[in-house]
């Protein structure tokens, strides 16, 4: 039967494509109100927010954000609260992934892998964890296997990855008893859209146990799992992988 999250509201970060899209879809059929932050996919977050709005009236909206600019992040929050009155759940889904070789590394791009996956979801956190703490909320922060098993030519964005690991750890010490703090941990479900050839993602694809890719239904039953069936799970790292985390 489906989980029932009506009267709920969901903040989800870079929520208008890929797997961000599909959490959303899945919570607000699940009853939840969503708010669907992005950055520059506008047709796209417009879009969706039609969808859900054509589905059930006045359940959806979308806001605009560049969440390396920290001073905008409670503004999200605020935001979600005008429109629906309450927040249950923060998603920190938002994510930059591309390749830093060492020898190559520039500043730049540290603060572009730490800010959108380690330094937002803290901030943002922070924003909502008011709101959370008086509704029992729950924050999902959509992390990485190879925050465990660092990717090869990608130390700057495995290390932002770890730290999320931590902070979701950290913040379900910090926020309890009132709010729990999860995390999922994809492997390979969508890959990148660019530098992916159709040899590298088999390969990757043959070190899964189950010898298969996964979907992003996957991350968005997983998501549902913690929003609507676990509500003594807190500080878990919940690896979406088909295996490939414990397969050498």
Same mark, same amino acid.
């Given at each position: 039967?489906?989980?029932? *999250?009506?009267?709920?509201?969901?903040?989800?970060?870079?929520?208008?494509?890929?797997?961000?899209?599909?959490?959303?879809?899945?919570?607000?059929?699940?009853?939840?109100?969503?708010?669907?932050?992005?950055?520059?996919?506008?047709? =796209?977050?417009?879009?969706?927010?039609? =969808?859900?709005?054509?589905?059930?009236?006045?359940?959806?909206?979308?806001?605009?954000?560049?969440?390396?600019?920290?001073?905008?992040?409670? @503004?999200?929050?605020?935001?979600?609260?005008?429109?629906?009155?309450?927040?249950?759940?923060?998603?920190?889904?938002?994510? $930059?992934?591309?390749?830093? !070789?060492?020898? /190559?590394?520039?500043?730049?791009?540290?603060?572009?892998?730490?800010?959108?996956?380690? %330094?937002? !979801? *803290?901030?943002? $956190?922070?924003?909502?964890?008011?709101?959370?703490? /008086?509704?029992?909320?729950?924050?999902?922060?959509?992390?990485?296997?190879? @925050?465990?098993?660092? *990717?090869? %030519?990608?130390?700057?964005?495995? $290390?932002?990855?770890? @730290?999320?690991?931590?902070?979701?750890?950290?913040?379900?010490?910090?926020?309890? !008893?009132?709010?729990?703090?999860?995390?999922?941990?994809?492997?390979?479900? *969508?890959?990148?859209?660019?530098?992916?050839?159709?040899?590298?993602?088999?390969?990757?694809?043959?070190?899964?146990?189950?010898? %298969?890719? @996964?979907? !992003?239904?996957?991350?968005?039953?997983?998501?549902?799992?913690?929003?609507?069936?676990?509500?003594?799970?807190?500080?878990?790292?919940?690896?979406?992988?088909?295996?490939?985390?414990?397969?050498?």
């Amino acid at each position: 039967m489906p989980k029932d *999250l009506h009267g709920k509201t969901v903040l989800i970060t870079g929520g208008a494509r890929r797997v961000g899209a599909v959490i959303a879809r899945r919570l607000h059929e699940a009853g939840a109100n969503l708010a669907i932050h992005y950055r520059s996919s506008a047709s =796209e977050a417009q879009a969706l927010c039609a =969808e859900l709005n054509s589905r059930r009236g006045d359940s959806a909206v979308t806001l605009q954000a560049d969440l390396l600019d920290t001073t905008l992040l409670p @503004g999200l929050v605020n935001a979600t609260l005008t429109a629906f009155g309450s927040l249950d759940v923060l998603i920190n889904n938002a994510s $930059s992934f591309y390749a830093t !070789p060492v020898g /190559e590394i520039t500043p730049a791009q540290w603060e572009d892998l730490v800010g959108t996956n380690l %330094r937002a !979801p *803290l901030f943002l $956190s922070q924003a909502a964890a008011p709101q959370l703490r /008086e509704r029992q909320g729950l924050i999902i922060n959509i992390v990485d296997i190879h @925050g465990q098993r660092p *990717l090869k %030519r990608f130390p700057v964005y495995s $290390s932002a990855k770890a @730290g999320l690991i931590m902070l979701t750890q950290s913040l379900a010490r910090e926020l309890a !008893p009132t709010v729990r703090v999860n995390a999922i941990a994809p492997g390979p479900v *969508l890959f990148p859209e660019e530098d992916m050839t159709p040899e590298i993602e088999a390969k990757i694809v043959e070190r899964t146990l189950l010898k %298969r890719r @996964g979907t !992003p239904d996957d991350i968005a039953s997983a998501a549902l799992f913690f929003a609507a069936d676990a509500p003594y799970v807190t500080g878990q790292v919940l690896a979406v992988d088909g295996g490939r985390s414990i397969n050498a």
